[in-house]
């Protein structure tokens, strides 16, 4: 049957397949092929096959280039005037008092916990749903990462099992506002009240996502972002660590820079290092870039929330998907990552890797997104490291012990067998996208007994 002679009635035959209630414009299935036709890892033709997602990063010479190209010509590359101004910017935009850039996410992390002198012995309470720089940054300051279990719901931390893990060597919790969707906050601000521990905030997913009206990253003692090209203010590279202590901002600038006095980090400028610093200065083409992203950022995020809450209503009704919840104290997220869960009992018995497969075959790209951190060798690397022998009781640098007391369930289910992910950047076109999407799984599902029997 071609789109031409696709009638009325057999879309209301075929959309009822979709369940009852979905609100899914007609067009979808007019416009080419309907969801009951063969999918296309059965032979049939992609339904989205030809489809251009929205590009990223976006770069517009029209309004993008102009101070580029100044600070380029100017010669001026080093940290000066433009890195200052966008930091003030960064700040102004999150209601944070400062901000120091930083040349990545991971360093902004790392110069966040260093200068709360979170260090050797410490603990730190990490999420183990996450990216490996949340934890690495915890063990290059020779901290020991503890993992929390994350709620399958909301992709985030458990707080109610954060408590169970804290010890007298506890220092910090690291919630990590993964995918750009927020933490419960209130949750974890009470319990680091409680034990008077320091919060660092790993908002590298989560620009302008919002907890009750804040700006996550603002909400802790201080917040990491990255600007690494992925991320939904790309610059290349790129990190911030914003903070209201304009004293620790003042240790983390002199430490990004070579531990030269810097404001409160007391000495004069001529005098030497005050603190063993490092050198991970932003530059002016870096900062140059930023603020052009900057401008679109705000627009870009509501469109990512309209269009995520489109897609989720749509999603709630496919059997076997599962789409994330945010907490009730959530204003806004962020959407780094549209995140699913795929039930393959609705599926029948379809295994994630061929669903995914199936979804790429249609033209819609996805992925199953993290895979396990904490029983990896990088850890152990840490643990037989001279370093880390030297700080803490044999005990506990058993690996086998670790990775047992660090097992975190629900994590393993979301990693293993659930998660899927959609990039932010399919969330930037028009909502009738959505409804593309949403098709794409329909028709997966529709068949899915089928392509379980010849896929697995
Ligand atoms: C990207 C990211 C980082 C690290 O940022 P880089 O700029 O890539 O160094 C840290 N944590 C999370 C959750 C991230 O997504």
Redesign the pocket.
């Known amino acids: 049957m071609t789109a031409k002679n696709y009638s009325r009635r057999d879309f209301i035959a075929k959309s009822s397949l979709l369940g009852a209630g979905i609100a899914v414009a007609p067009h979808v299935f007019s416009s080419t092929l309907a969801i009951g036709s063969k999918p296309a890892i059965l032979g049939g033709r992609g339904i989205w096959a030809d489809k251009q997602w929205p590009k990223w990063p976006r770069w517009v010479p029209e309004t993008d280039e102009k101070k580029l190209l100044e600070v380029v010509r100017s010669g001026i590359w080093s940290r000066a005037s433009v890195t200052a101004e966008f930091e003030s910017e960064w700040a102004r935009t999150l209601g944070a008092k400062r901000c120091l850039s930083v ?7 790392i110069t966040a916990l260093s200068q709360f002198h979170i260090g050797a012995g410490d603990e730190v309470i990490v999420p183990p749903y ?5 934890v690495t ?1 915890v063990l290059l300051n020779g901290a020991m990462p503890v993992f929390v279990d994350i709620d399958p719901e909301t992709f985030q931390i458990d707080p109610t099992k954060i408590e169970a893990k804290i010890t007298s060597r506890t220092k910090a919790i690291m919630p ?3 995918l750009g969707l927020p933490v419960d906050m209130d949750r974890i601000m009470a319990i680091a009240k409680k034990y008077n521990l320091f919060v660092i905030e ?4 989560a620009h302008l996502a919002e907890y009750n009206h804040k700006k996550v990253g603002t909400i802790g003692h201080a917040g ?1 972002f ?3 090209n ?2 939904n203010l790309p610059i290349g ?3 911030a660590v914003v903070s209201n202590d304009d004293q620790f901002i003042d240790r983390c600038f002199s430490y990004h820079n070579l531990g030269i006095p810097y404001g409160t980090a007391v000495g004069t400028v001529s005098s030497g290092s005050v603190i063993m610093g490092t050198k991970v200065r932003f530059t002016e083409y870096q900062a140059a870039i930023g603020l052009a992203m900057l401008k679109r950022l705000d627009a870009e995020t509501t469109t990512r929330n309209e269009n995520a809450a489109y897609l989720s209503s749509l999603l709630q009704q496919i059997p076997g998907i599962v789409p994330y919840k945010l907490y009730d104290k959530v204003t806004r997220a962020a959407f ?1 990552l549209y995140p699913f869960r795929f039930m393959k009992e609705a599926f029948g018995g379809l295994t994630r890797t061929s669903f995914i497969k199936a979804m790429r075959a249609e033209g819609v790209p996805c992925s199953s997104g993290y895979t396990l951190l904490t029983d990896k060798p990088y850890l152990n690397d840490a643990f037989q490291s001279a370093a880390f022998k030297a700080i803490y009781p044999p005990e506990m640098l058993d690996f086998d012990a670790y990775v047992a007391a660090n097992r975190c369930p629900k994590n393993e289910q979301l990693c293993n067998e659930e998660a899927v992910w959609l990039t932010q950047n399919m969330l930037l076109g028009p909502r009738t996208d959505m409804d593309e999407i949403a098709g794409a799984i329909s028709r997966i599902h529709k068949n899915a007994a089928s392509i379980a029997k010849l896929h697995g």
């Open positions: 040349v990545n996410g991971t360093n902004a992390l996450t990216f490996i720089a949340s940054s990590v506002h993964i790993d908002a590298c997913q990491c990255s600007f690494q992925s991320k590279e790129g990190g780094h």
